[in-house]
């Protein structure tokens, strides 16, 4: 396991005057698989009083590559869709610096097996894309100074060469505003970073051939200086134009909110699946979503991160909007689902709120194309 990333001489520094300690957690809160499948697992770690955090995935008491990292009173999380046999033992472990009077929390806010479709997970790395755990293409861009609002965008476009699960990961380069779209099949997952917000999102997904892998990168830098610098590397693979491929793939989100007050204008778009504000196309009797009108639909999910029961649920057809929970700028990250949907379709919703860590709030919302 990496060290810390901190300079030593600041460490230190924090250490002699009392304010932090560092610490290592073991295992915590193991799992037992039942059954043999795709697992959503959830990870929460409570950053209430902490200052840098380290969660990482244990399976079997192995560290695995999926991290989640917090800064802050941000809460930190990891939400992954994974394949794991009967008799595995899912757990997690910390590395963090705490503060004197607090104390790091682990939670996993879940283990549920998901027949129907991939998740979505918070992590911090550069940008690069996994195939069954074997790397298949890596991006990495670096800047320099820029001026205010400098914006950059790329587009891939990659054939699927085999069939297996993909992982793609990305983390925007502080401090920088920056919005990373990945568009994967017919899903997509968006990442946002600003100050103060977490940043960095990622998706994982069952892909077959023939299909095609997507990746869109937006970024918009506020950094001071009147230059640029920045460039993408990847191994075995050119950049094409942005492409995208249908497959029978649905939707699962998890948003990590922080306790706080909102107004009486905002509604809470999540408590439990009757309780979820989805427009006028959602029935909280039956759980169902029914399309009464064909068309391309995105799904937007986001939590708030000063106002910490507003959830922020967006609705579009054909890129315009039809529904919203409320309007306000100061979303944090999240995911999106995309679906090519006909009149008469129907989308099981499954949503799962109030699981408390801490002082914060783990939220999670599955949509379905077949009842579970």
């Not at 910390?94 to 009077?101: H, M, Y």
């Not at 029978?248 to 439990?272: H, I, W």
Request: hydrophobic fraction near 40%.
């Amino acid at each position: 396991m990496s060290t810390f990333p901190l300079p030593t001489m600041l460490l230190l520094l924090l250490l002699s005057l009392g304010e932090l300690r560092c610490g290592m957690t073991g295992s915590i809160s193991q799992v037992t698989v039942p059954e043999t499948g795709v697992y959503i697992v959830t990870m929460v770690n409570d950053l209430n009083e902490t200052q840098w955090t380290y969660v990482i995935l244990q399976i079997n008491g192995i560290d695995t590559d999926f991290k989640a990292y917090g800064y802050h009173n941000l809460t930190g999380g990891l939400s992954v869709a994974i394949p794991l046999s009967a008799g595995d033992r899912v757990g997690g472990k910390t590395n963090s610096i705490l503060a004197s009077n607090g104390a790091i929390r682990l939670n996993l806010g879940f283990v549920g097996q998901d027949k129907n479709n991939f998740g979505t997970f918070h992590c911090k790395g550069d940008v690069w894309v996994d195939i069954n755990g074997d790397l298949f293409a890596h991006f990495y861009r670096s800047y320099t100074k820029a001026g205010t609002w400098s914006t950059i965008t790329k587009k891939y476009l990659f054939d699927v060469p085999k069939n297996g699960v993909y992982w793609v990961m990305a983390r925007p380069h502080a401090p920088t505003y920056v919005w990373s779209t990945f568009v994967i099949g017919d899903g997509l997952f968006e990442a946002y970073t600003g100050e103060g917000l977490p940043s960095s999102a990622s998706g994982a997904f069952y892909l077959t051939t023939p299909s095609q892998l997507s990746i869109e990168l937006v970024g918009a830098l506020r950094l001071s200086g009147d230059t640029m610098l920045s460039y993408v590397y990847m191994e075995g693979n050119t950049p094409e134009q942005l492409g995208r491929a249908v497959s029978p793939m649905a939707f699962t989100s998890s948003v990590g909110l922080r306790e706080g007050t909102y107004g009486a204008d905002e509604k809470v778009a999540f408590c439990n699946d009757t309780d979820l504000d989805m427009g006028d196309m959602y029935n909280a009797n039956t759980r169902v979503f029914s399309i009464s009108i064909s068309g391309t639909y995105v799904i937007s999910l986001r939590g708030h991160p000063y106002k910490g029961k507003a959830l922020k649920l967006d609705l579009y057809r054909n890129l315009q909007v039809v529904f919203t929970s409320f309007a306000d700028d100061w979303v944090s990250s999240g995911q999106a689902g995309v679906f090519d949907l006909a009149a008469g379709d129907t989308l099981y919703v499954v949503a799962g709120g109030k699981r408390t860590v801490g002082k914060n709030t783990m939220i999670s919302i599955a949509l379905l194309r077949k009842k579970s």
